[in-house]
């Protein structure tokens, strides 16, 4: 296929993608393993699951950043760049309008029961996803061990860096044996190279370097994303009130596509349009950034005994991580009866149809939860 058909289908998808996936970064991962791996083949589940290893060791948000690495892998470095866009344009141009709509009449619009039905199809499509990832990654007991150890240590509190920083020296202490030296193994990666607020108070370049701040340093979940926008928004600066972050945040999950988005929201309240742009632009920068730095060095790692060893414990952690994240979301989104019967159905279809596209089952579970919470 030429490189402009390949373009053309990086954008199609991903637009679709950034227009439909709810539920967080780990659905995202969900419906893109299911895209690009399922049903189109672009890549092996194991180049996938080391992408995905590769962007929880850099900052920013995870899941627009695999979107990048995809992009790289299928059309490179236009497909870097398209892929980016594509996923984050149709969330951020939805948040842009809940913006408006939060401005011109006070309050946001009602989301409780489209995502009453959504979350439980979220969490059937993250469950199918985890099942056929995992089956590559944890290919021998010490990696399942591994994954288990980690799931424990990250649900009873220790921090997502932590976790993987321990299963990548684990998985190298065991691959390598403790009295052998790391460095050698290491060798051949050598040879790689390489709106209360006016935006007249403090203009739009500020806005852009808090944001770009956030994107170049942030690792972890949404609730690590709320605490550097309160020390910096709300405490520091006082460019919000707190219920106005709240509501940002609010914004950001509820939304499909990257919950990165929530600075578009808060870039609106504060600028207006050029104000989310700018906003916008400054939080997902530094992902391109890092996955253009970090891509070519990706297929280079498996050429080590060491760095090999590594990413299979980033990945093995990774994955441990996700299936903590989706458990946490299945607490709150199966309730009910109702609720367990839109995850089960939507999961015998899932493992029935794998390649079904499940954006139209997460569509017809949110029409589903508007009719019976209507």
Known sequence: MSDRGSLRELALLFLRLGATSFGGPAAHVALMQQEVVEKRAWLSRERFVDLLGATNLIPGPNSTELAIHIGHARAGWPGLVVAGACFIAPAALIVTACAWAYVRFGSLPSFAGFLYGVKPVVIAVVAQALWRLGRSVIASVWLGALAAAAALANALGVDELAVLFAGASLSLFVRLGASRGAAAALAPLGAAGAASVSPVVFGLWPLFLFFAKVGSVLFGSGYVLLAFLRAGLVEERGWLTHSQLLDAVAVGQVTPGPVFTTATFIGYLLGGAPGAAVATLGIFAP????????????????????????????????????????????????????????????????????????????????????????
């Open 287 to 374: 992902a391109f950034f890092f996955v253009a730095v970090s891509a070519p060095f990706v297929a280079r790692l498996r050429e080590s005994p060491a760095a090999g060893a590594l990413l299979d414990g980033v990945n093995a952690a990774s994955l441990a991580l996700m299936a903590v994240v989706t458990a946490r979301l299945a607490h709150d989104a199966l309730v009910d009866w109702p609720s367990l019967a839109l995850a089960a159905l939507a999961g015998a279809a899932l493992f029935a149809r794998p390649r079904w596209n499940s954006a139209w089952l997460v569509l017809a579970g949110g029409l589903a939860g508007v009719a019976l919470q209507g």
